[in-house]
């Protein structure tokens, strides 16, 4: 094997084995959408169907839960705002129910990352301004509830997708090469 072949081969094993200890999911849908399971209102009361006439989704989160069965690093990004949908506001909390703890947050199409021991994790993604009343008071649960007040121009169409990626950091053994 050329020196050339060699070193593209030594980096695509690189970039195989770095993706085989991540795994990445995408969470997306609409604030304004009634059939994503995920829409909660800022009460944290799941969303009726059909919708009251009342129902405003820029105040509403979406909610997703993750297990993750070790430590590892959970890094969340968009880029929901860039393209003219959701300004987000991303909160994450730890534990198995609505009594999880606030984590941290970030906002805009900004990348939130942290190492996190294995446990259950929620992520609420909602419109810019409205933030949970554990990370305005400084202490309390994702069961607090959302102020439900929102910036009516960070809502823009109500769409958000956001990149959820969880690397143990572990990298697999090399594989074994076949004799020549």
């Not at 009251?52 to 690093?73: E, H, I, K, M, R």
Request: net charge negative; glycine share 10%; hydrophobic share 45%.
């Amino acid at each position: 094997m050329n020196t050339i072949t060699q070193a593209f081969a030594a980096a695509l094993l690189a970039l195989v084995g770095a993706a085989a200890h991540a795994s990445t999911q995408v969470l997306a849908g609409s604030l304004g959408d009634s059939a994503d399971p995920h829409l909660y209102a800022a009460d944290l009361t799941a969303l009726p169907t059909p919708l009251p006439a009342d129902f405003d989704p820029s105040n509403d989160v979406a909610l997703y839960q993750f297990n993750f069965a070790q430590a590892g690093t959970f890094t969340l990004g968009s880029t929901t705002y860039g393209l003219g949908g959701l300004d987000p506001y991303i909160t994450i909390f730890s534990g198995n129910d609505f009594s999880a703890t606030l984590v941290g947050s970030t906002v805009d199409d900004a990348v939130w990352s942290a190492p996190v021991a294995a446990g259950s994790y929620w992520v609420a993604i909602g419109a810019w301004e409205n933030m949970s009343f554990a990370e305005n008071t400084g202490v309390g649960t994702l069961a607090d509830g959302f102020i439900g007040i929102v910036d009516s121009v960070g809502y823009a169409d109500g769409k958000y997708s956001v990149t959820a990626t969880f690397d143990t950091g572990v990298t697999p053994p090399p594989p074994i090469p076949e004799p020549s």
